[in-house]
């Protein structure tokens, strides 16, 4: 059964008037993603490395060819692994990229979802380290989600940990208690920007972290980009030069029923001209069990790249309808025209 949604199509541009049970906000408009489908499977990657699943994408090129990093839960537990494409359809895979660190070392139970960025010299990663998980085989991380790092010569490594780099802190009491997990790098205004994925009380947004050395630790901002009752998580972006509008790509937290469990339901996009000021009301719904064409209710976090006129958003989902597991991912694709434009507002719908 569909979630409580009503679309209404008005001058081009949809609206989406959503309600959680549990009140958390919703998009009140749409910028639909065209889904392509299933891009990679999940089950025969390397040395059985992706047999329980795929998903946790981060997609980057360099030089015309593309790649992907994606957690491949596998016989070692969570790792990130590596993807090689001409197209961005056709993948193949290459294995595990990090392995799980000793014992006490905060990567001991998962290395995964590597994040890159490259400097002009080095290549830099970011990854998710947890020394917790859930028992074998499924070996799920479990919490605390921390930003470790690692460098490599080239887009595809070989990546060396850099353990003696401790890039964001937890801080107690703060709304980055729980999870301080990388996301999307950006330079700007003579400084990195780091979109960090947080949590705290049950509740996740995205705070914006800030450093000089990439090699550094990072300030986090004294509040989050937008307010913890959100509930997102990941980031990924997309600066469009026709309007000079960033736009910042999340996997928004569902629930379906009061007391039920909460799952990555959707794929929203905010959007700025500054990115030091974002405002929650901002925002549209642009991937869910309503445009997706395989997975429902699942829609993991998702990785966006222009490729000519086109802006690719990679997602994970579940073939298995109805399920709420986080095994037995697979990665999908879908598509945005460009030039991107924000969706216009309801009340400038509702004058047309």
């Not at 001209?273 to 429902?296: G, H, Y």
């Not at 086109?310 to 109805?322: C, N, P, Q, R, T």
Request: hydrophobic share 35%.
């Amino acid at each position: 059964m569909k979630s409580p949604i009503l679309c209404l199509l008005l001058c081009g541009s949809v609206l989406a008037v959503e309600s959680y049970p549990d009140g958390r906000p919703a998009c009140k408009v749409r910028l639909d993603a065209k889904d392509q489908g299933i891009v990679l499977r999940y089950g025969d990657g390397p040395d059985k490395c992706d047999y329980l699943g795929a998903r946790d994408v981060w997609v980057y090129e360099n030089q015309g060819k593309y790649y992907m990093h994606y957690d491949g839960a596998g016989h070692k537990g969570w790792l990130a692994c590596l993807a090689e494409s001409p197209d961005l359809v056709h993948w193949t895979k290459k294995g595990p990229v990090l392995d799980k660190g000793e014992a006490g070392k905060g990567d001991s139970a998962t290395a995964s979802y590597g994040t890159t960025y490259f400097d002009g010299k080095e290549w830099h990663m970011f990854y998710v380290g947890c020394p917790n998980c859930t028992q074998p085989p499924d070996c799920v991380p479990a919490g605390p989600y921390l930003t470790m790092k690692a460098k490599g010569a080239s887009a595809t490594g070989p990546w060396t940990k850099q353990y003696d780099v401790v890039p964001i802190a937890l801080k107690p009491g703060s709304y980055y208690a729980e999870t301080a997990s990388p996301g999307f790098v950006v330079r700007h205004g003579g400084e990195y920007l780091q979109f960090v994925s947080v949590a705290a009380g049950g509740k996740r947004s995205i705070g914006i972290a800030r450093a000089t050395n990439l090699d550094g630790s990072w300030k986090m901002d004294p509040e989050p980009m937008v307010p913890l009752a959100e509930q997102l998580e990941n980031t990924s972006m997309y600066y469009e030069p026709t309007n000079q509008t960033w736009f910042l790509f999340t996997n928004h937290v569902g629930i379906n029923y009061p007391g039920g469990p909460e799952f990555t339901d959707a794929i929203w996009v905010y959007w700025t001209k500054d990115l030091n000021r974002w405002d929650a009301t901002n925002k549209a719904l642009v991937l869910d069990r309503e445009n997706c064409k395989w997975s429902d209710p699942i829609i993991g976090l998702p990785s966006v790249l222009p490729v000519g006129h086109k802006l690719a958003v990679f997602y994970d989902g579940s073939e298995l309808k109805g399920d709420t597991c986080h095994m037995r991912r697979c990665i999908g694709l879908a598509w945005l025209e460009l030039p991107l434009n924000p969706p216009l507002p309801k009340n400038e719908n509702s004058r047309k």
